[in-house]
Nanobody, 125 residues
Framework: QVQLVESGGGSVQPGGSLRLSCAAS????????MGWFRQAPGWERDFVAG????????YVTESVKDRFTISRDNAKNTVYLQMNSLKPNDTAVYYC??????????????????WGQGTQVTVSS
């Protein structure tokens, strides 16, 4: 069974940067893709970014595409989310998830089968 563990969250001031990591462990891990989602208190879980396991395709949601970058290191079974110029409304718990097949929509959480426990990101002055 695959486990996903996020790390790298924390508290930063507006304008700061964080790099989140999502490490997979367990059986041989080779999903079709990976995604990052976030959930702020009182809000639904929203898609942030996705990447195919080959790394050939990435998709970052419009609201953060100028500030966030997704990447992966297959040798380490790890996916990253580089977040720059952070804003207070980026505050949320960030989750990574594996995507077993191409599916129909990166944004649909039901198209992801394994989720990490989440890592808290707080942006505040």
């Amino acid at each position: 069974q695959v486990q996903l563990v996020e790390s790298g969250g924390g508290s930063v001031q507006p304008g700061g940067s964080l790099r989140l990591s999502c490490a997979a462990s367990g059986r041989t891990f080779s999903p079709w893709g990976m995604g990052w989602f976030r959930q702020a208190p009182g809000w639904e879980r929203d898609f942030v970014a996705g990447i195919t396991w080959s790394g050939t395709t990435t998709y970052v949601t419009e609201s953060v595409k100028d500030r966030f970058t997704i990447s992966r290191d297959n040798a380490k079974n790890t996916v990253y989310l580089q977040m720059n110029s952070l804003k207070p409304n980026d505050t949320a718990v960030y989750y990574c998830a594996s995507r077993p097949a191409i599916g129909t929509n990166w944004r649909r959480s039901k198209e992801y089968d394994t989720w990490g426990q989440g890592t808290q990101v707080t942006v505040s002055s």
